[in-house]
Every structure is written in C-alpha cells, then in structure tokens.
C-alpha cells in the first residue's frame, strides 16, 4: 500500500544534528519523568506486570486462571482446585526489538511514526532503568549498510539484503539508558524494508533469562513473516507489541488527486481521493490488514498497544499500563 510523503514533523531526531537530538532526547527523558512519575507512582510495575517467578500464597482457582499455576499440593489436601499467586521479580531484564523501516518516515498527525516509536523508546527505558532493571536493543533498518555504532556495536555490519540488524547490549544504570537511546535515534531509516520476523528472532538467540520483551513496528511486514518468531518468543517471555499507526494508514481524506510516494520503494502513484468508492475500499482494506495483524499477535499471546502519530501517545500508553494492572488484579483477593 502506498503511503503519503511525510510531513513535517516538530521532533527529527535521526535528521537533525547532534546538539538539537540532544536537546531533543532531554525533553524527551524530562516529559516522560514527568507523566510517568506522576501517574504511575509508588508501585513497581511495568509496562506488562507479568506473574514473576518468586512462589507466593495460593488462591482458589477461578475461570481464566492460567492452568498451569495450579497449586496441586493445595488442591489434593482441600479437594478444591487451586492455583499458586506469584510475586513479580523485583530485577527484570527487557529487550526492545525496534523496527526502523522506511515505513516509519511517515506522518500526518502531531508526529512522524518515526518520533513516535523514539518517544516510545524512551518511555521503556526510563520505566525500565528506574528500578535498576537492565534494558538491551536490537535495531533493525532497511537494505542499505548502516555505518557501526561505536562502542555499542557487538559485530560488523550484515552485507546489504533483507535489513541490517544492530544489537545493544543490555546494561543497567541511566547512563547506559540514555547511551541505548541515543543509538536508536541516529540510526538514520535506510530505503527498503528490515525483515521484521529476523528482527525478533534475534530476541530469542542466544536464549536469555525469563523477561520482557517489546517489539516497536509499524507491523507492515507480512504477518507470516513475523508471527512465528513471536509466538517462539511469547513461549519464554512475556511480550508486547506496540503498533505505531498514523491516520491515514486507516482512511483517505477526500482532497482530489493526491500524490503519494512509498518510501520503501520510492514509486509514485497519484490516486483520486474525490471518488467515494476508492475511499471506502481502501478503508475497509486497511481494517481487514490491522485486524489480521491483532489477530496474529493474539495468537502468539502478546500484550498490543496501538500508538497513533494524532494522539497523545504517552497518555495511551498510561492508560495501557492501568488497564493491564486492573486485568491482572481483577477477581483475586489480598
């Protein structure tokens, strides 16, 4: 599908030059100190309070209960089906895969997808690192070669193909935080597509300790492509998946003949908005993508949060965060 040129946007991390994606990483840390601080004080929770591994009490067993905490001591002695509470690790270690296709230099709304995945970025590593919890990235870009990332930089780069694939090592403290974020936000979107489904199966080799593991997309990739390495990596930890849509993605303005330019292949196609029918098509087309994409990432038992460029972001990502706690908490006793 064919997408707009981008648009202006007021944040151009990877575009702009050191000083100002500086200045633009601050705000961004001191924006999201602020609203998350804020909102999501005193608890330790992140964006996915998974179940932990640190035994806890038991509880009688209730519909939608995962079978395989079953308490089958507690359940033989009481004849009552039981399932054992556990307490969340206090020290995780999250994983980001962060896909940087050309897709991403695309926006209609406040944002480029681009700013919005960084954004995002930021937001998990600061809930992340505030309870000295380590964070690691692999990047995945377009086709062309991406110069190496310092001293973060683990290999020589991949020959140009499907994507070149960048892996941070993860580290805990602010400094190595802000380090993770500064290699996401200057690796420039190369032409082309990374191959999204190579880019999360770097999450499952070598094998890492139980943890969290989030995807940042546009999820434009085939789900074929990405499904399977999804659900391999749901089998050892608890993953989510945030989809960074821009409205346009979903319905066509009517403004006559629009020029638009696919960034991944550069090929220009003029498509008049002013027929009704080719809106509607293009709507419904554009629902049944996103539907069989929520539909994928259901079936491989990952958490889906859905940012758009035309809304506040960090907002949907609090409210995210309030409804995975109530989901969690709901029909349990003290």
């Known amino acids: 599908m064919a997408r707009a040129a981008a648009v202006t946007s007021p944040v151009r991390p990877a575009d702009?030059?050191?000083?100002?994606?500086?200045?633009?990483?601050?705000?961004?840390?001191?924006?999201?100190?602020?609203?998350?601080?804020?909102?999501?004080?005193?608890?330790y929770a992140g964006l996915l309070p998974g179940p932990g591994s640190e035994a806890g009490e038991s509880r009688e067993y209730r519909p939608g209960d995962d079978v395989r905490r079953m308490d089958w001591p507690v359940t033989a002695r009481t004849t009552t089906p039981h399932v054992r509470r556990t307490v969340a690790d206090r020290e995780l270690e999250t994983w980001l895969a962060v896909d940087l296709s050309a897709s991403l230099d695309f926006g209609t709304g406040r944002w480029l997808k681009r700013d919005v995945v960084v954004a995002a970025t930021a937001a998990l590593t600061h809930l992340t690192v505030?309870?000295?919890?380590?964070?690691?990235?692999?990047?995945?870009?377009?086709?062309?070669?991406?110069?190496?990332?310092?001293?973060?930089?683990?290999?020589?780069?991949?020959?140009?193909?499907?994507?070149?694939?960048?892996?941070?090592?993860?580290?805990?403290?602010?400094?190595?935080?802000?380090?993770?974020?500064?290699?996401?936000?200057?690796?420039?979107?190369?032409?082309?597509?990374?191959?999204?489904?190579?880019?999360v199966d770097l999450l499952n080799r070598p094998p890492r300790r139980r943890g969290l593991a989030v995807v940042v997309s546009d999820f434009l990739a085939p789900p074929q492509q990405w499904g399977r390495p999804m659900r391999k990596l749901r089998v050892r930890h608890d993953v989510l998946a945030i989809e960074v849509v821009d409205p346009r993605e979903l319905e066509l303005p009517d403004v006559g003949v629009l020029p638009v330019v696919d960034p991944e292949t550069g090929e220009l196609h003029e498509v008049?908005?002013?027929?009704?029918r080719l809106r509607q098509r293009y709507a419904e087309a554009a629902a049944a993508q996103r539907e069989a994409i929520a539909a994928e990432l259901r079936a491989a038992g990952a958490g889906h949060?859905?940012?758009?460029?035309?809304?506040?972001?960090?907002?949907?990502?609090?409210?995210?965060?309030?409804?995975?706690?109530h989901a969690r908490t709901r029909g349990t006793t003290r």
């Open 16 to 43: 702009a030059g050191g000083e100002r994606t500086e200045a633009v990483l601050s705000r961004l840390q001191l924006l999201v100190t602020r609203k998350l601080d804020g909102l999501l004080q005193g608890d």
């Open 130 to 199: 505030r309870g000295g919890n380590r964070i690691g990235a692999v990047i995945g870009t377009g086709a062309e070669a991406v110069a190496p990332a310092g001293r973060w930089r683990s290999a020589p780069p991949p020959p140009a193909g499907p994507g070149v694939l960048t892996r941070v090592p993860a580290r805990s403290g602010r400094r190595e935080a802000q380090a993770l974020l500064r290699a996401v936000a200057h690796t420039p979107v190369r032409p082309g597509r990374s191959d999204l489904g190579a880019l």
């Open 272 to 276: 008049q908005t002013a027929d009704p």
């Open 305 to 325: 949060l859905r940012l758009r460029t035309d809304r506040d972001w960090l907002l949907d990502m609090v409210r995210f965060v309030a409804a995975q706690r």
